[in-house]
C-alpha cells in the first residue's frame, strides 16, 4: 500500500507569515491555496508518477498506464483548510474523501489573544457545516453539532500519540493494493514520519513541506516501510511553491 501525505494549499494565515495580527482560528485557503489545491489534484489524477521504483501497475495492479498516480482513497484532516484542499482533489480524482480526527495539525483549533486571554480554544466547523460546505464527504462520529476539537492547546505528547494511532491504522492496511492521499499539515506530517522513522515525542519538526507539498511512503505487507520522496511540488509553477 502507498501512503501520499499531502499538505493544505497556502491558507490565510501562512500568507501573513509571523505576524499574530488577523489571524483567524480556523483558515481558508488563498486564492493562491485554491489553484495549488486544484494543481494537485490534477497531478494525482492526470500527472505523471515519478516514483523511481517499479511502474505502480507492476506494483498494485493500477491502470497500465504512465499517467495519473493510482489514488484509491482520500483522507481528509477536519480543519477548513485541508477539506477545502481534499475537495479539489476529490474533483479530479472522483474519490469521495473521509475525514478523519486523528491527522489535524498540532495544537488543534485555537487562537493565542495575547495577555490577558492567552490562548483559547475553539471547535472547529460543525457537522452540518461540513456536509452543506463538502457534499459527499465522509463524516466521523466524533465531528458533531458542538463541532470536533473540544480544547485549548494539545501537548506534544497528544499530538504525537495520534500520529501513532494513525501510523497503525496504515500498517494495518499494509497488505492492500490502494494508494491513499492523506490530505493534512506541515506539523501532522512531521509527526507521521517521526513516528514512521521511530523517533520519540519530543522530537522538533525538521522537515521542510511547503504547501500542497506530497510526501509517499509505501507500506509493505512483511512489515517493512519505505520513505520514497518527501516534499514533491513539481506540479507547481516555481512562482506558486511557498
Same mark, same amino acid.
Given at each position: 500500500?502507498?501512503?501520499?501525505?499531502?499538505?493544505?494549499?497556502?491558507?490565510?494565515?501562512?500568507?501573513?507569515?509571523?505576524?499574530?495580527?488577523?489571524?483567524?482560528?480556523?483558515?481558508?485557503?488563498?486564492?493562491?491555496?485554491?489553484?495549488?489545491?486544484?494543481?494537485?489534484?490534477?497531478h494525482l489524477a492526470?500527472?505523471?508518477?515519478?516514483?523511481?521504483?517499479?511502474?505502480?501497475?507492476?506494483?498494485?495492479?493500477?491502470?497500465?498506464?504512465?499517467?495519473?498516480?493510482?489514488?484509491?482513497?482520500?483522507?481528509?484532516?477536519?480543519?477548513?483548510?485541508?477539506?477545502?484542499?481534499?475537495?479539489?482533489?476529490?474533483?479530479?480524482?472522483?474519490?469521495?474523501?473521509?475525514?478523519?480526527?486523528?491527522?489535524?495539525?498540532?495544537?488543534?483549533?485555537?487562537?493565542?489573544?495575547?495577555?490577558?486571554?492567552?490562548?483559547?480554544?475553539?471547535?472547529?466547523?460543525?457537522?452540518?457545516?461540513?456536509?452543506?460546505?463538502?457534499?459527499?464527504?465522509?463524516?466521523?462520529?466524533?465531528?458533531?453539532?458542538?463541532?470536533?476539537?473540544?480544547?485549548?492547546?494539545?501537548?506534544?505528547?497528544?499530538?504525537?500519540?495520534?500520529?501513532?494511532? *494513525? =501510523?497503525?491504522?496504515?500498517?494495518?492496511?499494509? #497488505? +492492500? @493494493?490502494?494508494?491513499?492521499a492523506v490530505v493534512?499539515?506541515? !506539523?501532522? %506530517?512531521?509527526? *507521521? =514520519?517521526?513516528?514512521v522513522l521511530g523517533?520519540? #515525542? +519530543? @522530537?522538533?519538526?525538521?522537515?521542510?513541506?511547503?504547501?500542497? !507539498?506530497? %510526501?509517499?511512503?509505501?507500506?509493505?505487507?512483511?512489515?517493512?516501510?519505505?520513505?520514497?520522496?518527501?516534499?514533491?511540488?513539481?506540479?507547481?509553477?516555481?512562482?506558486?511553491?511557498?
Amino acid at each position: 500500500m502507498f501512503l501520499y501525505l499531502v499538505r493544505h494549499g497556502q491558507s490565510s494565515n501562512n500568507a501573513l507569515g509571523d505576524s499574530r495580527a488577523n489571524r483567524v482560528c480556523d483558515p481558508p485557503l488563498t486564492e493562491l491555496g485554491e489553484r495549488q489545491a486544484e494543481l494537485v489534484g490534477r497531478h494525482l489524477a492526470r500527472g505523471i508518477d515519478r516514483d523511481p521504483a517499479k511502474p505502480y501497475d507492476l506494483e498494485c495492479g493500477g491502470p497500465k498506464s504512465p499517467q495519473g498516480h493510482g489514488i484509491t482513497a482520500i483522507y481528509a484532516s477536519p480543519m477548513r483548510r485541508a477539506l477545502q484542499t481534499a475537495q479539489a482533489i476529490s474533483r479530479q480524482t472522483g474519490i469521495a474523501p473521509r475525514v478523519s480526527l486523528d491527522i489535524h495539525e498540532h495544537g488543534g483549533i485555537y487562537l493565542d489573544h495575547g495577555e490577558p486571554r492567552g490562548i483559547v480554544g475553539y471547535p472547529g466547523l460543525k457537522r452540518s457545516e461540513v456536509l452543506s460546505g463538502f457534499p459527499g464527504f465522509e463524516l466521523p462520529d466524533g465531528l458533531s453539532e458542538d463541532g470536533w476539537w473540544h480544547g485549548a492547546l494539545e501537548s506534544r505528547q497528544d499530538a504525537h500519540a495520534r500520529a501513532v494511532r *494513525f =501510523l497503525s491504522l496504515m500498517r494495518r492496511r499494509a #497488505a +492492500e @493494493t490502494g494508494r491513499i492521499a492523506v490530505v493534512t499539515h506541515a !506539523g501532522f %506530517t512531521n509527526l *507521521f =514520519l517521526n513516528a514512521v522513522l521511530g523517533f520519540p #515525542a +519530543e @522530537t522538533r519538526d525538521f522537515f521542510h513541506i511547503s504547501n500542497t !507539498g506530497v %510526501t509517499l511512503i509505501r507500506f509493505r505487507a512483511d512489515g517493512d516501510v519505505n520513505l520514497r520522496y518527501v516534499n514533491r511540488v513539481e506540479f507547481l509553477p516555481p512562482e506558486m511553491i511557498v
